[in-house]
């Protein structure tokens, strides 16, 4: 109805440590660490999971396939008397260069314990050697439509990645629909000069 019945604050950490390396020809493994925590109007949770990733570029036509599972782990505390299961995700996704076009095409599917079958898809257009720029959408759009204005977007996202020498810059913007936008900002560097 409009009254303010008073205020709370709210905050997520992530921290992650990856590595990837070639495990046999055409074929690289990775593997994360991750400490989560959540506060939310004083009370806190946090917990503790790994992400297990492979990518196995074919020597079809510059086709990559890639499969992973997520949030492999257990909650370390929570925010009232229960603990939280983790999202446990299951992924699989194929990568295939379009035809005499600079452009990448990518889907996949997911599924996870908590929210079922989802699946998204993107292009990845390279401008120079040094710059691309990406459209995608996520079927988790679909969940955030309430009825107003901002629905047409919610799903959709899209982005520009720099790279110069073994250091990358991607940043991407996503709609979430009439909750708003997320802006993301990723550094990446590659040891050793292998590929990412």
């Known amino acids: 109805n409009g009254q303010q019945l008073g205020e709370f604050g709210a905050s997520d950490i992530l921290i992650t440590a990856s590595g990837a390396r070639e495990l046999k020809e055409e074929l690289v ?3 994360s660490l991750k400490f989560l925590t959540s506060s939310i109007a004083g009370n806190s949770a946090s ?10 570029h074919t020597k079809y036509e510059g086709w990559d396939v890639g499969g992973g599972v997520f ?5 370390t505390s929570a925010y009232l008397k229960e603990k939280d299961d983790l999202p446990l995700t299951y992924r699989l996704g194929l990568s295939v260069p379009l035809e ?24 990845e257009l390279t401008f120079t050697q040094f ?16 009825g107003l204005d ?14 110069v020498k073994n250091l990358s810059v991607d940043y991407s913007l996503s709609s979430y629909g009439e909750i708003g936008f997320l802006n993301r ?3 990446t560097s590659a040891f050793g000069g292998g590929r990412r």
Do not use: C, K, M, W
């Open 29 to 31: 493994g990775g593997v």
């Open 47 to 56: 917990a503790v999971a790994a992400d297990l990733g492979a990518i196995y």
């Open 71 to 75: 949030n492999l782990g257990f909650a």
């Open 100 to 123: 005499h076009l600079p452009v990448r095409f990518s889907f996949s599917g997911e599924y996870t314990n908590a929210e079922g079958i989802r699946g998204a898809g993107g292009l």
């Open 131 to 146: 710059l691309q720029g990406r459209l995608g959408y996520n079927t988790i759009g679909l969940d955030q439509r309430v």
């Open 150 to 163: 901002r629905d047409a977007l919610a799903g959709f996202s899209g982005g520009v990645g720099i790279n």
């Open 185 to 187: 900002f990723t550094l």
